[in-house]
């Protein structure tokens, strides 16, 4: 059962369905904000006893004792006798609160404030309307000045007054300053002291028509803090008191910075000229999709859900030829082999396949490489993971033939480029392919430099530095890392640093210590967040650390809220394993079946070699050397460019001393 928790506000637990939960007394409550205070980490019971009480009973260990069983049987109502807790956990000397960042209001609003990024002044508006939203009072309002408190409502406070203005900001820039203007005024009154607040209320005003009142904020501003504070104004609201009184362009919204009013100008050009011409529309709405996904962040997203609009609606005007440009103009390049939205990806491979069977026949051999290699690219990671290649996998890898085929008949640089796109998504039939990818990114590389293709040239960096760290070749990753970022500095394309900064830490982890490699890990997870890629996201940084433990002979530190994301039936029999729990281990590991075949196949292989080794599963042992024999000479799990569980051979050598 999911069980949420607010803070925002008197504290609150909360099941799946909303319903809340009994937390009994004050000092229940207590323990938990005081975990929540602490983010994860362990509260020892002797802090707890400090922080509450002045003068602690003389049984205030046995009360805290009781106060934590108390909280656990509110918050998981539904576990068994005798079976350790899942959220409110003992570790050492003392508690911690193990739930999963979303399931606490605090820290999903600080998920979102990290996240914003550099995201647009509407993807800001909404996220912080629905973040803003979550808060029901005061932080932990049912709490006095706990000295154990104060910093951390401090911090909260200040991050939602930060909040208020930075959505107020997001609202003039798309227009609604008039919409800002009472928010404002009472977020002024409430915090006369923010400068920051003043600034955006007379623009808002300013923007609204209001000059005059403008005027007049300003200048309250001034005597406020002059008055009570004894100081000026800073420079930017002296210098925005100034631009109001000459009427400076800038703050005209209909006009704003140069870039804005050239791209303001083309756009109201191009609705005009093309108010009725649904196909060209159309077609012009994918080719911006295509620019719109490699900005990273909400970008990503948005170019996803318009890119499958513009697809349906080109289908319902019945015209085939148009319905094939729409869907090929999406040649975005694609270098992680599971798709973040399945169910969507499936979707477009249906409307490739029935365009291509509704295409004239004859001629065309341009689209119809266009739609083979989007089947191609968007069938990623469907390659049966047992059995012979059959049906649609059949398909995907004869549509990734097909497009290579056309685009090299063609002569066609960017086609043949958007086909090794294909065909690289469709290289993972079994491990040890690594120098075969190697081979596609090479010629992506020369082929990309030879015709300007700037995104594809990107690719084949990428797609080399998995393949060079699967082959043990940090120099040669370390080059083509190198290139891949100067050219997304240069073409501003800022996702390739997610894969260049967690390339790096895999490098950290195949030749450093292992605390550097897992602090290597956790920064790199920080350029995930507001990526738009969760197929990436889900689950890698636990899996990323886990690996660390294991190749160093580290303990593995069970954390039961982690989220495995789709590595979990194989990580499972490990973690049971390294708790001494066999039986349940083997009893997993024969549920889990085989490992999808993708670009973390050796990684998943591995860890099934381990366990099956630990528990002594003969059957597994058999079927992962069987796997893991063809990649011998590769380091396992490396092809990623994210994570290595050490070299296959290693893996090898154990499981023939196993079987023998």
């Given at each position: ?19 809340p939960?009994?937390?009994k ?42 106060f ?48 914003l ?27 006095g ?170 289908e319902?005007?019945?015209?085939p ?21 399945p ?41 049966p ?40 998504m ?59 970022d ?17 390339y ?36 890698l ?10 190749r ?34 083997g ?6 079946g ?67």
């Amino acid at each position: 059962m999911r069980v949420e928790f607010g803070v925002l506000g008197a504290v609150v637990a909360r099941n799946g369905a909303g319903d809340p939960l009994p937390l009994k007394g004050p000092r229940h409550r207590a323990v938990l904000a005081r975990l929540v205070v602490a983010h994860r980490r362990v509260v020892p019971v002797n802090q707890l006893v400090a922080d509450l009480w002045d003068e602690p009973p003389g049984d205030a260990v046995g009360t805290v004792r009781t106060f934590v069983g108390g909280l656990r049987r509110a918050i998981e109502p539904e576990r068994p006798p005798r079976t350790p807790p899942r959220l409110l956990v003992t570790e050492g000397p003392g508690y911690a609160l193990r739930v999963p960042k979303d399931d606490v209001d605090a820290w999903r609003f600080e998920q979102v404030m990290d996240a914003l990024g550099g995201a647009g002044p509407a993807q800001v508006a909404e996220r912080l309307a629905e973040a803003l939203g979550w808060w029901r009072g005061p932080a932990f309002a049912d709490f006095g000045d706990e000295h154990w408190l104060r910093a951390e409502r401090s911090r909260l406070t200040e991050l939602r007054l930060h909040a208020v203005e930075r959505r107020a900001e997001a609202r003039i820039a798309l227009g609604e300053a008039a919409g800002a203007v009472p928010d404002l005024d009472g977020h002024v009154a409430a915090h006369p002291w923010r400068e920051e607040a003043w600034r955006l209320l007379a623009l808002a005003l300013y923007r609204s028509a209001r000059q005059a009142d403008a005027l007049s904020v300003l200048r309250r501003a001034r005597a406020m803090l002059r008055e009570h504070l004894g100081v000026d104004p800073g420079p930017r609201l002296r210098r925005l008191e100034e631009d109001v009184l000459r009427h400076a362009d800038h703050l005209d919204p209909d006009t704003g910075s140069t870039v804005d009013q050239v791209w303001a100008r083309a756009a109201a050009a191009y609705e005009g000229s093309l108010a009725s011409r649904a196909r060209t529309r159309l077609e012009s709405t994918a080719g911006l999709m295509r620019d719109l996904a490699v900005t990273g962040g909400g970008g990503l997203e948005s170019a996803r859900q318009h890119r499958v609009a513009a697809v349906a609606a080109a289908e319902q005007l019945g015209d085939p030829e148009l319905t094939a440009r729409v869907i090929g103009v999406y040649d975005v390049p694609a270098i992680w082999t599971r798709s973040d939205d399945p169910e969507q990806a499936r979707w477009l491979v249906g409307a490739a396949e029935r365009t291509l069977r509704l295409l004239p026949s004859g001629g065309h051999d341009a689209s119809r490489c266009r739609l083979l290699a989007t089947i191609a690219v968007e069938s990623r990671g469907s390659l049966p993971t047992d059995g012979p290649v059959s049906g649609a996998a059949a398909r995907s890898l004869g549509a990734a033939r097909e497009a290579e085929e056309i685009a090299r008949r063609l002569d066609d640089a960017s086609l043949l480029a958007f086909a090794l796109n294909g065909t690289f998504m469709q290289t993972f039939r079994r491990t040890g392919l690594a120098a075969r990818r190697d081979a596609i990114g090479a010629e992506l590389v020369a082929l990309s430099a030879r015709h300007q293709l700037v995104r594809y040239e990107v690719l084949g960096h990428l797609i080399r530095v998995q393949a060079r760290s699967a082959l043990s070749d940090l120099a040669g990753a370390d080059r083509h890392a190198a290139a891949a970022d100067a050219l997304a500095a240069r073409h501003d394309l800022p996702l390739v640093s997610v894969f260049t900064t967690w390339y790096r830490a895999l490098r950290v982890a195949m030749t450093g210590p292992p605390d550097a490699a897992l602090a290597a890990y956790e920064e790199a997870a920080g350029r995930l967040r507001g990526t738009g890629m969760p197929g990436l996201r889900k689950g890698l940084l636990p899996l990323a650390l886990l690996s660390v433990r294991l190749r160093h002979g580290e303990p593995v530190a069970v954390d039961r809220d982690a989220d495995w994301g789709p590595y979990g039936s194989w990580v499972r029999p490990v973690l049971l394993v390294g708790e001494g729990r066999d039986e349940e281990a083997g009893a997993a590991l024969r549920a889990a079946g085989p490992p999808p075949r993708d670009l973390m196949s050796e990684a998943m292989w591995c860890l099934v070699a381990r366990a099956a080794v630990a528990v002594g599963d003969r059957d597994a042992m058999a079927r992962a050397r069987t796997e893991l024999a063809p990649a011998a000479s590769e380091q396992g799990g490396a092809g990623s460019g994210l994570i290595t569980l050490g070299p296959v051979a290693d893996h090898l050598g154990v499981l023939a001393a196993a079987l023998a």
